[in-house]
Nanobody
Framework: QVRMVESGGGLVQAGGSLSLSCAAS????????MGWFRQAPGEEREFVAA????????SYADSGKGRFTISRDNAKNTVYLQMNSLKPEDTAVYYC?????????????????WGQGTQVAVSS
């Protein structure tokens, strides 16, 4: 059974930082792209960042460029998202994702595996 479990969400003031982790189990994800989407209340789920299987290719939504950094550790089947200079508009549930094209135009329908989500709240 495939499981993807996020951690690291929470409440932070604007300008602060959070580091999200997603540990996958049930199969080896080292051959899959992994990444993050987010969904704010009343909004559609949107692409945040992705990294290919080797870590050699990364893609970021414009909203996170220069502030977010995605990385992965294939030995641990884990993907990370370091978020700096957080803004109130970054408030959302952040979902770990795996098995999808590494490009900013990737839609949620193209994702093969999802985590359950972790809440990120940024206060002004």
């Amino acid at each position: 059974q495939v499981r993807m479990v996020e951690s690291g969400g929470g409440l932070v003031q604007a300008g602060g930082s959070l580091s999200l982790s997603c540990a996958a189990s049930g199969r080896t994800f080292s051959s899959y792209a992994m990444g993050w989407f987010r969904q704010a209340p009343g909004e559609e789920r949107e692409f945040v960042a992705a990294i290919n299987w080797s870590g050699g290719s990364r893609s970021y939504a414009d909203s996170g460029k220069g502030r977010f950094t995605i990385s992965r550790d294939n030995a641990k089947n884990t993907v990370y998202l370091q978020m700096n200079s957080l803004k109130p508009e970054d408030t959302a549930v952040y979902y770990c994702a795996a098995d999808f094209p590494v490009r900013v135009t990737t839609t949620p329908k193209q994702v093969g595996y999802w985590g359950q989500g972790t809440q990120v709240a940024v206060s002004s």
